[in-house]
């Protein structure tokens, strides 16, 4: 579905992604796992976009396109495949929940009201909103105004989904309400690429899981493997310390 070959991002003179090789097959789910600063979010966002890679070749449904020179068309026909759910919900905060999941087929996608709005509903039922139609924002938990996130993302049919530590901002006690429609998702054979610290998500819910360190892909498979007996000593220290954190935090909620 997607293979992505040689991508390298700097900033500054600061290399941040160091010629990445990658793919996702449909129906896959792809964690990416790594400490901060190792380039997963960078990695995502060159991916859609949203940052200009400086070199990399991008396949996609059979189509080649050079990452370092896109046109603004060829952005636009690949994020019409596409959805993205942020750390933060960059909701509108003076539009209620139907409205801002219903915003992007309308205008972006001129797609009749009528028809919008009954596809942003069927999203916002899905996603177990559905009497939240009319809350704004301020109304909304922090874990409601993600799903709220995730409805408009999946609103549009995408062939694929990219998640940015959508846990990140929320409350532990709002993670899992995240996490539940995510599994959902996963569970429908939704493709997904989640840059994530949950490794109890990445371990249980991907089909694989990517490693990042500095900037390149030290290590991939599948999660079990993965998990418990990984290749590399960077990859064990991380686990470790990573499943540390973890066990703490359920603790300190029991």
């Known amino acids: 579905m997607i293979r992505v070959s040689g991508l390298k991002k700097t900033f500054d003179g600061l290399t941040v992604l160091d010629g990445i090789d990658f793919s996702i097959e449909k129906g896959d789910v792809v964690a990416v796992i790594g400490a ?10 060159c991916l859609n976009f949203l940052e200009k890679a400086d070199s990399g070749l991008l396949e996609f449904d059979g189509r080649t396109y050079d990452l370092s020179a896109m046109k603004k068309k060829e952005i636009r026909e690949l994020r019409m495949k596409t959805g993205f759910v942020f750390q933060g919900f960059h909701l509108f905060e ?33 996603v177990g909103l559905s009497d939240r139609a009319g809350h704004y924002p301020h109304q909304l938990s922090g874990g409601q105004q993600q799903r709220v996130a995730i409805a408009r993302a999946m609103v549009t049919e995408p062939e694929l989904i990219y998640f940015d530590e959508p846990t990140s901002a929320l409350d ?15 569970e429908n054979r939704m493709t997904m690429i989640v840059v994530t610290h949950e490794m109890s998500f990445a371990r249980n819910v991907a089909n694989r899981i990517v490693f990042m360190d500095g900037g390149k892909i030290v290590e991939e498979g599948e999660p079990e493997a993965f ?14 310390g990573a499943m540390e954190r973890e066990r703490n935090s359920e603790e300190q909620e029991a």
């Open 227 to 240: 998990f418990r007996q990984p290749s590399t000593e960077r990859a064990r220290a991380f686990i470790a």
């Open 36 to 45: 901060s600063g190792s380039g997963k979010t960078t990695f995502l966002r």
């Open 172 to 186: 532990p006690e709002l993670t899992g309400e995240v996490l539940n429609v995510m599994r959902s998702l996963a």
């Open 94 to 126: 003076n539009k209620t929940a139907l409205d801002n999941v219903t915003a992007g087929l309308v205008y972006a996608r001129k797609v009749p009201k009528k028809t919008a709005l009954a596809r942003a509903m069927t999203a916002l039922e899905t």
